[in-house]
């Protein structure tokens, strides 16, 4: 099985993270990886997204002009991907940085309010955690404990005292996540 997944919204989300701990998990379980992120040259506040492939079979190109799944955080970029999201397919967004929301009928549609389940658990850093359970809670790619380790990965070893508040905001992304009813 593949799972093609962008990840978008403003640089300091932790989009490019996402993606990395994603990438690391999958790796863990012996999938396929590819991890192509892309951003633009401010360091926060710009655009970024990063195209994460996980298969079972080889991967003959880090480009995706489709995806099974889109991480939607700002509005800007479920403009310029839910259009890119395949019939069928998955798309995820939190409502925060979202003035018009998705308006496909042919997709599955959730929302992850992470912004204010990071702010209940008083962290902001915590943010792309919650969406990233959320992302496991609909789409189970990858097993927690291999996120745990990926994430350990990515964490400089200073960091790692974090890792305990990490996996709080994965399960709490997991139990948060709602879907949206389709509009007849």
Do not use: C
Request: proline share 5%; aromatic share 6%.
């Amino acid at each position: 099985m593949t799972q093609e997944i962008i990840i978008s919204g403003f640089g300091g989300q932790g989009v490019l993270s996402m993606g990395k701990i994603l990438a690391y998990s999958g790796l863990m379980e012996n999938k396929e990886v590819s991890w192509f992120p892309s951003y633009g040259p401010e360091q926060r506040g710009g655009t970024a997204n990063v195209t994460v492939i996980l298969s079972d079979s080889a991967i003959s190109s880090p480009v995706v002009n489709e995806y099974d799944i889109a991480i939607i955080l700002n509005q800007p970029s479920l403009e310029k991907f839910e259009s890119q999201v395949k019939p069928g397919g998955i798309l995820i967004y939190d409502p925060y940085g979202i003035a018009h929301g998705p308006k496909r009928k042919d997709i599955s549609v959730y929302k992850v309010s992470a912004v204010d389940a990071a702010s209940e658990m008083k962290n902001s850093k915590a943010f792309n955690m919650i969406v990233l359970g959320g992302l496991l809670k609909v789409a189970p790619m990858v097993d927690l404990e291999h996120v745990m380790l990926g994430l350990k990965k990515s964490l400089p070893e200073r960091h790692h005292k974090l890792l305990p508040m990490n996996e709080q905001a994965i399960l709490k992304g997991m139990e948060i996540i709602e879907e949206e009813q389709k509009a007849q």
